[in-house]
């Protein structure tokens, strides 16, 4: 029996919003070829997420086979035991992350579902700042942002959903030859509600670039 787990969260949750498209052609009673296209193609953007898997795992990835509701529901049940969780992380670890904040205010680990974490984030409200974690390369790495609420709804920069959003900024640590005192502040909407970003986020890039900016990397 395989086990071995090689699908992250915003991979499933791509593969969710596939189902999800697929489903609303069936409702929709389009044509049958078109269906069959619609299916083929989600197929093969799946597949695109995960260049290097095995033929087992192509297999099971496979959407052709699934008719209902209950087969889609099984399918996902059946992914989610090869996710690859969010690596565990200890209080002692963030405060590594953050050597600056010496009374850091840290989230309830025990509270968070670390099989469906994309990135790691919390608020300190009391210095309205937001505190954002992640894995770069097999490395634990994590930025703090100046943050405000807004009562807009928008698109967030992380999932490309829209919804209550927060406007967060930092200080980039990115160079520019010529100036070496050159910082530079981005600025982004994102959810305000990061467990809700979490479960839509469908792809890290974005979050890894912001990452990788800021950090000067």
């Known amino acids: 029996m395989m086990t071995e787990k090689f699908i992250k969260n915003e991979q499933l949750n791509f593969i969710k919003k596939q189902i999800a498209l697929i489903k609303d052609s069936t409702k929709k009673n389009v044509p049958q070829n078109i269906l069959a296209a619609v299916i083929d193609l989600a197929n093969v953007k799946i597949l695109e997420l995960f260049p290097n898997i095995s033929l087992d795992q192509q297999e099971m990835l496979d959407l052709s086979r699934l008719k209902t509701d209950k087969e889609y529901e099984e399918y996902i049940q059946h992914l989610s ?3 690859l969780p969010f690596p565990r992380i200890t209080e002692q670890q963030l405060k590594k992350i953050f ?3 010496k009374k850091l205010k840290l989230p309830d680990l025990s509270d968070i579902d670390f099989n469906h974490l ?3 984030s919390w608020n300190d409200l009391r210095s309205n700042k937001k505190f954002i974690v992640c894995e770069l390369e097999g490395k634990m790495v994590g930025i703090e942002c100046e943050f405000a609420p807004t009562s807009k709804k928008n698109l967030c920069s992380f999932c490309n959903s829209f919804g209550e959003v927060s406007y967060f900024s930092t ?3 990115a160079k520019k030859s010529k100036n070496p005192d050159y910082y530079k502040a981005v600025g982004n909407l994102i959810c305000a509600n990061s467990s809700e970003c979490n479960k839509k986020i469908t792809n890290a890039e ?6 990788k900016d800021s950090l000067g990397l």
Request: proline share 6%; hydrophobic share 35%; no cysteine.
């Open 171 to 173: 200080v980039t640590k």
């Open 99 to 101: 050597p600056k904040h």
């Open 118 to 120: 994309t990135y790691l």
């Open 206 to 211: 974005y979050l890894e670039t912001f990452l």
């Open 81 to 83: 035991g090869y996710m």
